[in-house]
């Protein structure tokens, strides 16, 4: 295992496919909480609790609650460096030679003009809401904020301070009438994108990947946290950035600790001048 930029970058220019897999930690510098780490949200509201589809047929009020107050920061936060260089390199290495696939929801990818062929989106988007009723197809693509007054977050209180919300408070489907609107994220247990899943895999099998990037995930949830080893196992390459390493590497061909924005644009991806 190496921490020697240099040989990675060169790595990095002679891969004639390269994947990166992307985490909360990417949008940390961006002031977007991660899951686990410290100060990880889920810490005060626990995960399980608020990202299942149980926890939405429980209580959709509590559910919907923390989903915008995620909006309302998201919508605020700018994208950092690494969204930066990753698009930016996404535009110098076009789709097949370079494939992004992150776990976040928070659109701060988008908004460094990352899209496109060249990234996948996981576990879906903060910014897409759809009918919970599995047989209505209803779903759009939704910035406001807050999506319903009833939800507005309240000025002082972006931290999160929980109330009730009664139901006829919640956004409903315009199109069944009877179905709660939530957001078109990928909760636990639920399947991801069939097609989605299939792209990545007939990506992954045609030609093997050389190098896989893997920016600030924890590598817990699956099938993201999987992708790096079938890279190993097929011959490629696996670096890892991340601002805490001290559990990660094992079979790590570079290890990066450091922010992931100042890791990727002072080191990673030094020709990007767009940032
Ligand atoms: C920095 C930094 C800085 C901080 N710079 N770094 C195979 C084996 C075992 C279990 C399963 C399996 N396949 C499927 C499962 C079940 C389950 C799963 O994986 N469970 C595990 C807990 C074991 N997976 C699923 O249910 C998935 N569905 C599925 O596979 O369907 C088929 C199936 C179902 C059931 C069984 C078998 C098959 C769906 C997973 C959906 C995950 N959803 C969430 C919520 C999304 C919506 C939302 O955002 O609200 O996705 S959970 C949460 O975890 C979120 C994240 O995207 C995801 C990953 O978290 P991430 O990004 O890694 O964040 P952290 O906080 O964990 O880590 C941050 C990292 O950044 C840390 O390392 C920090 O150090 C670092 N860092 N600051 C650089 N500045």
């Not at 309240?154 to 006829?168: Q, S, Y």
């Not at 590497?249 to 990673?268: P, Q």
């Amino acid at each position: 295992m190496s921490k020697d930029l240099a040989s990675f970058h060169e790595a990095l220019l002679q891969s004639k496919r390269v994947l990166a897999v992307c985490g909360a930690g990417l949008s940390a510098s961006s002031g977007i909480p991660t899951f686990r780490g410290a100060g990880g949200m889920w810490r005060k509201h626990n995960a399980l609790e608020l990202a299942t589809p149980e926890a939405f047929r429980k209580d959709p009020g509590l559910v919907w609650q923390f989903y915008s107050l995620r909006r309302h920061n998201a919508l605020k936060a700018a994208p950092n460096a690494a969204h930066y260089a990753l698009a930016e390199f996404a535009r110098q290495r076009p789709f097949p030679e370079f494939l992004t696939l992150t776990q976040n929801v928070d659109g701060l990818s988008e908004g460094a003009g990352h899209k496109g062929k060249s990234v996948e989106f996981l576990h879906g988007s903060l910014f897409r809401v759809r009918c919970a009723r599995s047989w209505c197809r209803y779903e759009r693509f939704d910035i406001s904020d807050p999506i319903t007054p009833a939800l507005a977050v309240p000025e002082g209180e972006e931290d999160g301070a929980w109330r009730d919300v009664p139901i006829e408070g919640l956004p409903k489907c315009p199109e069944c009438r009877t179905g709660l609107l939530r957001p078109a994220v990928v909760w636990f247990g639920e399947e991801l994108d069939s097609q989605m899943l299939k792209r990545i895999q007939q990506h992954i099998a045609r030609d093997p990947v050389d190098l896989c990037i893997v920016i600030g995930t924890s590598g817990t949830v699956y099938p993201a946290a999987g992708y790096a080893s079938q890279v190993k196992a097929q011959g490629g390459k696996v670096a890892i950035v991340d601002i805490d390493c001290s559990v990660r590497g094992d079979d790590a061909d570079w290890l990066f600790e450091g922010d992931a924005a100042r890791v990727l644009y002072l080191s990673t991806f030094p020709l990007s001048d767009t940032c």
